[in-house]
Each structure stands twice: as structure tokens, then as C-alpha cells.
């Protein structure tokens, strides 16, 4: 695991000066269900509230059919993080059409981002009315595909303050797709070929299907809120390598943004067995919500 925004020491510091923050949350948290409208339709969802919440998360999907994400949203809430997941559009209780390649429609071209963005500004305005506290940090957890959705809906939204992606693409939808095809599927690709080369037909392989090209920069470049991204260095969906380039590019223009990369893993950095990137991405948003107060309380 290689760690880009702080050290071991200061995971330890933190882990002293938060114990109540970090320890003392148990499984008492309230569950309530939630419909909401966006562009015309209404989503289903549930909000997750610990008594105490001291930051708050709405959970954005992957590319997936995905109904709301409640083995992670329990995860969160355990440690004090209120959490809002919900059924993706035309999925589960959602109204609305699903687009994606399970019903062999292209998902990612930028009138659905752009759909699914405004889906997740509607979560969070939703979520804002339902938590007690107003001034707790409300932020932005996503997966996958959630690298385009996520900063599209922080660059139109001024209350969502942090975000966290894992394994979320900074290139643009038709780099993603070149790299995908290039991998093909093959869990053994890292194997037999080098970043180098990983890079080459990324940036230059013909493309296979003709659309507008979402680039996610275009949109961090607006944003000055913190944000983690959590790669997995055997990932096959993304060119980590690659990805990390363009953040420390955003990261000298000084934006706030910081990531780590697990060598051993691989896209599915939210739900392999290796628990390092939760509990990394838990410590984080916590240490965000810790800074946030201290700076208002002074």
C-alpha cells in the first residue's frame, strides 16, 4: 500500500486524539426510508443516522444495476457517518430507465452522467433536511463509474464539501473504454505487459464506439474541496498509473486532492477482503469532519 497524504504516525495520532469519534459508535443508528424527485422521476432510498453523526455521506454507484448499498452504508454509520444510499435509477424501488450494459445501452456518454449527477445533487438536498445538525459536513462516496458522476455533481453543488472515490477514473470515458478493451477481461494482464505500454493504447488505441468524450477534469479543476481517491494497482477497468498522472497534475495546480494505491489489489477496492480501503477512506472523512470543527470553532 503506498500512502499519499499522510503518514503511519499521524494515522496513530489521529486514532488517539479521535477515540470516542473512531470507538465508540455502535450499531445504534436509525434507518428510514426515503423517496425523492429528480428530473421528473422518484428514487427510493434509505437514510442511515447515528445519533451523533459527525459527517455525512450520500453513497453514488458504480456502472451496475445497483439497489441501495447497505452493507457500506452500515459500515459508515457504525462509525458515526450518517449515510443516504439509494436505488439507482430504474432499479429496484427507482423509478426511471437504467442505462447500462447489462441491457446492452451505453451508460456512458454525457447526457446519462449528467442524468445520474443530478440524481445525486437531488440525494443531497434531500439528505440535508433530514439531519439534525446543518452544519455537519456532507459529502460525496462513490465507486467506478462515480469518478465521472462525482465531481459533475460537486462543480454544480456548493454543499458537498469532500469527496471519496474508489477506483474512480480521472481520464476520460473514451480512455476508460480503450484501456477496457485492451485488458479484456484478462485478470492476467498485468502479467504480460507494462504500464508503458498500458498507457500507449490508452492514450492512442482507435476507438470502438463514436460519442463525446465525458473528461472528469474539466470538472476537478473547478472544485477546491478535498477528495480521496483508493486505486487498486491490479485493476483491469482503469489505468491506475495513468490515473494517478492526471491527480498529481490537478495536486500541483494545488488542488486538495490525495490518493493511495494498494498494489495487490484491483478494481474493486469497496468490497474485496483486504479492509484497508474502508477503513482508510473512514478515517479520512472523519479527519475532514475533526478539521472542519476545529476551524469553526475557533
Known amino acids: 500500500m503506498k500512502i499519499n497524504f499522510f503518514s503511519n504516525v499521524y494515522i496513530s495520532l489521529l486514532l488517539i486524539a479521535l477515540p470516542q469519534m473512531v470507538f465508540s459508535q455502535s450499531a445504534d443508528f436509525t434507518i428510514q426510508d426515503v423517496k425523492f424527485e429528480s428530473q421528473g422521476i422518484t428514487l427510493a432510498g434509505s437514510v442511515l443516522q447515528p445519533k451523533k453523526p459527525f459527517a455525512a455521506v450520500v453513497i453514488v454507484h458504480g456502472s451496475d444495476p445497483v439497489k441501495r448499498e447497505m452493507e457500506f452504508a452500515k459500515r459508515l454509520a457504525k462509525?458515526?457517518?450518517?449515510?443516504?444510499?439509494?436505488?439507482?435509477?430504474?432499479?429496484?424501488?427507482?423509478g426511471g430507465v437504467y442505462v447500462g450494459p447489462s441491457v446492452g445501452t451505453n451508460n456512458i456518454d454525457t447526457a446519462n452522467l449528467t442524468l445520474l449527477a443530478h440524481d445525486a445533487n437531488a440525494a443531497v438536498k434531500t439528505f440535508r433536511t433530514?439531519?439534525?445538525?446543518?452544519?455537519?459536513?456532507?459529502?460525496?462516496?462513490?465507486f467506478s463509474q462515480a469518478g465521472w458522476i462525482i465531481p459533475m455533481a460537486a462543480s454544480k453543488n456548493p454543499q458537498i464539501e469532500f469527496m471519496v472515490l474508489f477506483s474512480g477514473p480521472t481520464i476520460t470515458t473514451l480512455e476508460q473504454l480503450?484501456?477496457?478493451?485492451?485488458?479484456?477481461?484478462n485478470n492476467s494482464f498485468w502479467e504480460n505487459h507494462t504500464e508503458a505500454d498500458a498507457i500507449e493504447h490508452t492514450k492512442n488505441d482507435p476507438d470502438r464506439y463514436q460519442f463525446a468524450a465525458t473528461d472528469p477534469k474539466t470538472y476537478l479543476s473547478t472544485l477546491s474541496i478535498p477528495g480521496l481517491w483508493l486505486f487498486g494497482e491490479k485493476d483491469i477497468q482503469i489505468p491506475v498509473k495513468l490515473c494517478i498522472e492526471q491527480l498529481n497534475t490537478l495536486k500541483a495546480q494545488g488542488k486538495p486532492f490525495e490518493y493511495i494505491s494498494f498494489s495487490k489489489l484491483g478494481h474493486n477496492t469497496s468490497s474485496s477482503n483486504d479492509i484497508a480501503p474502508v477503513d482508510t477512506a473512514v478515517q479520512w472523512i472523519l479527519q475532514k469532519a475533526l478539521n472542519k470543527k476545529y476551524k469553526s470553532s475557533k
Open 79 to 94: 462509525e458515526g457517518i450518517a449515510v443516504f444510499t439509494y436505488d439507482k435509477r430504474g432499479v429496484g424501488e427507482s
Open 130 to 142: 433530514y439531519l439534525k445538525d446543518k452544519k455537519t459536513p456532507i459529502g460525496l462516496v462513490g
Open 178 to 185: 480503450r484501456f477496457q478493451f485492451y485488458t479484456n477481461g
